[in-house]
């Protein structure tokens, strides 16, 4: 699963060193025309409300860019090898620090482009303060990827019908949602789901304070390079 940036700058100082700073992927349209990209392996941004991260975080990692017309217009181009285990999650993030018992409401929309190869997941990683609980939320996955965790069943929430897993990283709770039919485009109510786990499940507090809603791909493989593209993305909350 994904981890916050912090832990995964730590991570990396232990990672074999990644073939980083590649071109190739700065060559499709969208990228000659961005107002920001970044091959760097921590390259990050700021626009118009969103923070946007190209975050290789995994050991074994290629080479990968991102490129950006707004917080809620970019993509990426990665070029991972066909391995085990996550390589990146490169993604845009928008900061809420209210508490799941404060929220009126927080919801989101979402309209990607994703590669019909390769080994990843497109999702919403939301993170309380402390870091302490990691609720994901997978709208399409592709190739050989799963969650943490043991399965909770089912649910219907926020306008989805998801599988449930829970699970513990060593570090933090980790709440996953799969959908259970992929979506390239979509709303979600992401309020209800954080009652659920909170309020309806007890495995956090409604008190805990929800920090970052973060939205990319986590990614463990994409041989020959692949493009992943948010065509929009909005993420809002009162």
């Known amino acids: 699963m994904a981890k916050n940036t912090l832990r995964k700058l730590t991570m990396a100082v232990l990672a074999p060193a990644m073939a980083l700073g590649a071109t190739v992927g700065l060559a499709s349209a969208p990228a000659q025309a961005a107002v920001w990209n970044s091959c760097d392996q921590w390259g990050n941004t700021s626009l118009n409300g969103y923070t946007l991260y190209n975050n290789i975080w995994g050991s074994g990692a290629g080479s990968q860019c991102v490129w950006a017309n ?22 845009s993030k928008r900061v809420v620090n209210k508490t799941i018992a404060s929220l009126g409401s927080l919801t989101s929309s979402y309209n990607v482009t994703v590669p019909s190869s390769g080994a990843y ?101 994409s041989s020959g390079g692949l493009d992943f593209v948010t065509n929009n993305l909005t993420v809002s909350s009162s």
């Open 70 to 91: 707004s917080g809620t217009n970019w993509g990426v181009w990665a070029d991972h090898p066909n391995t085990g285990g996550i390589k990146s999650y490169p993604n």
């Open 121 to 221: 997941n497109t999702s919403y990683d939301i993170w309380d303060t402390d870091y302490d609980y990691e609720i994901m939320l997978w709208v399409n996955y592709n190739g050989a990827v799963g969650p943490l965790g043991t399965s909770q069943g089912s649910v219907t929430l926020g306008g989805h019908t998801w599988n449930v897993y829970r699970g513990n990283n060593g570090a933090n709770e980790v709440f996953s949602f799969l959908r259970t039919s992929d979506s390239t485009s979509g709303n979600v109510d992401i309020k209800p789901i954080l009652n659920w786990v909170s309020t309806t499940k007890g495995w956090m507090s409604s008190n805990e304070t929800i920090g970052d809603v973060q939205f990319g791909y986590e990614i463990t493989s």
